[in-house]
């Protein structure tokens, strides 16, 4: 009986904890501009121009140089020539300032793809993923169509789910639309 008790719990926060998801699947994604770092150097990013070259994979983490964090940037970067493979850019936002962007994009994101600086929030509003609880966003990731349409999302606190997700979606957006 203490078990099931326990998990009444668990239940109730995995229900709030997918009922938080951000945009849904087939909505147009917010277009951004914000400045990014790859490769310890400052750059204009802006996903209006990302997708003109194809598909677009947006994740929000929570902060840069923590442990889970830092796990999702060298899985990305590991993964990046999948990614390029299938046409696709990938890039990391959090409300950590430009300095620690730079920082974190050469040691963790192994100068594979860049990462955006939010600080303000912006960003992390205007994508539904901001925590109530907290200034930092919640580990969410987007796939985002050239159309901007949103071809899926993902909310998940581990690292692992948000890549294997995106390159499924990718693999599969990118059979239907051959060139």
Partial sequence: MKNALFLVPLAL???????????????????????????????????????KKGPVVVYFYPKSFTR????????????????QNLGAAVIGVSADDIATQREFSAMECRD????????????IRSYDVASESSPFA?????????????????????????????????REWRATHKS
């Avoid at 964090?69 to 060298?74: I, N, R, Y």
């Avoid at 594979?112 to 912006?122: E, I, L, M, N, T």
């Fill in 112 to 123: 594979k793809f860049p990462v955006a600086a939010d600080p303000q929030r912006q960003i």
């Fill in 13 to 51: 926060a995995a229900t709030a904890f997918g009922a938080r998801a951000a945009l849904p699947d087939g909505t147009v994604a917010p277009l951004f501009t914000a400045q990014a770092a790859l490769a310890g150097k400052d750059f204009s990013f802006s996903l209006s121009d990302a997708l």
């Fill in 68 to 83: 889970i964090c830092t796990e999702e940037a060298h899985d990305f970067a590991d993964a990046m020539g999948e990614f």
């Fill in 138 to 170: 919640r580990r969410t990731s987007y796939v985002i169509a050239p159309d901007g349409k949103v071809l899926s999302s993902v909310y998940d606190p581990g690292a692992t789910k948000h890549i294997e997700t995106a390159l499924a979606v990718l």
